[in-house]
């Protein structure tokens, strides 16, 4: 059952190999190739043929493997847009190219694989979702949407400005692509072609040639739709990506009386062409007037919910693959094919309704399996299918291998091309992956993690809560056996070994639990997170936050006496302990589902204002001017009925909307923001 002594020895030794193998590729005889590397978001690998989709067909994604190779273990490094782009480009981690969550900002004067094919002589360009704040580096050529783009008549930006095409955004990708390749570039220099679609990306709208797809069809459920996240951490539990909870009917599920013209679509609907909006108000009429009346509810919902979401998300990724068609296609008659090795991935996996979930970010399999398939005429094998552990680290290497171009010394990974071939030799037999976006969108707590071939430990290190599943016995991850004695000799390989990658990999930026001060069970709380201490004071409690992350916060459960009840109100006291640098403080409730997404009230002291805050993001605030030293007495006040929350700091009020996800008072307790900052008890009045 354990795992050999052995594997892991063998994984140590491969460190040295697998750079060498990286490194010392030789130039290839021939011509250097063409690249061309067709790019999704968010496309998981269940949604594709070759990998033995349930639910839809990709025949020309397919192609690609059926004349190359089908990666069936390729893992990402940091299961998130702008993090995974980051590291394809850099060939490294997250800690290392600094991208660590959506929202940073890529410093582009770093080495990437397209600037050393530019400087060895490619012409390299750029179309599509790029999503990584700063200006594209290393391209002769680029347009791009800006941030996560439109999926109709997109504004894109290039170097000469901004501007609006007409058109459903996954074409036009592909036609600035085609157009360059036919017409924009020099036929006498080989080229890096990237084609970075932004479909399958939420909100999953489909384009108008196939708005009709699947209609009326059924399709396959996951077996794991109704999980209830018994047998996993409360990590697992508290998140808010599940299609029965977080999806929402206008956007997401194109439901919305009468028809789309809500305020919520706005933004995509009112992009939209008169005849584009009647096509699309036309594929959806009939079905969303008989959801209308079937007034569904409970399971029967979920599954509506689930087949709506389906369809659409597969109706995109028919637009991609006619696309992957048009451009292997244009390769044939521009008789590039043979010179031209061709990449297909997606920046990572994601949720088609496995665990009741969409949405990506976890370690989990689906989520952290990236598509890759590769074709490369003459050089890779047809229909191979390689099943070692590759990740997003080895695409920069692989490319450059295959041009015969060095690969940069600060690259973590190395070249695949040799596994196509069976040459496994030396080959990492572990991968290591970390993932930071919390507090953020869908809720999922910071984590790290190692996954074997067999097993997979994963460690929700801010919480400070393990798992571990045995891939074998349980390939769905449903139950963690972390804790169960016969995996105690296994478990503890697999610390070490996640110890040895983070050491090879230079990865410092897990705070370990055990800087954290002081047990918040002991004094009653039930949830916290980016929490570096608590203790009892004679005033009350002294808190410190997490000095590296903003939201912080430590709830206890509500325990209201007149479940779900009309609201609250949190009455305390909080007061500086600091004198420099931020400081701040705040009164704090979460729903009963979701204790991470927390609603606050209270003072910030750097930017001079009272704040209410919702996930993070400002919904109401007020300035005000600080003493040095002083008390502050919070009132906030949650409001169920009048659907209000209201914040009052010594007299001063101000108030906003409660968002629409918050149903019933869960959680209760106090926020911060990388400060220590000292709370007096806090009253719980029922409304
Ligand atoms: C948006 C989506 C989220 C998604 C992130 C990140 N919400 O915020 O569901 O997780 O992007 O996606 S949406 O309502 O705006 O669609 S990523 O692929 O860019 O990382
Ligand atoms: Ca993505």
Redesign the pocket.
Known sequence: MATSRREFLKAGAAAGVMAALGRAAAPPAGRRPNILFVFT??HASQAIGAYGSRVNRTPHIDRIGREGAVFENCFCTNS???PSRATVLTGTFSHVNGFLR?GNRFDGSQITYPKVLQAAGYQTAMFGKW?LSSDPTGFDTWTILPG?GSYYNPDVLSAEGRRRIEGYTTDIITDLSLDWLRNGRDPQRPFLLHCWHKAP???WMPGPRHLHDFTGDTLWEPPTLFDDYSGRTSSAARQAMTIANHMNLP?DLKVTPPLMTSDQLRGEYGRMTPAQKQAWDEAYAAENRAFEQQALTGEDLVRWKYQRYMKDYLRCIASVDDSVGRLLEGLDESGLAEDTLVIYSS?QGFYLGEHGWF??RWMYEESLRMPLLLRWPGRVPSGVRVSNMVQNIDFGPTLLAAAGTPVPGRMQGADMLPLTRGRTEGWRSSVYYHYYEFPG??SVQKHCGVRTERYKLIHFYPVDEWELFDLREDPREMRSVYGAPEYAAVTAELKAEMTRLQQRYGDDTVAAPGQMQGDPRALGFDHWQNLRGIRKTEYGLLIQGDPDTDGASVLRRAQLTRPPGAGVVLRGRLRRRVTEGISNGFLAAAPAERPGDVLRGGVYIRSGQYLIQAGGTTIASKPATFAPEQEFRVALSIDLQARRVTLDVNGETLSADLPETFRAVGYVGYGLNRTTTEFSDLAVEEL
């Open positions: 978001d968010d998130i847009c702008g959506n999503h996560q990306h939420r909100s956007t920046d949405d990506k969108a869908h």
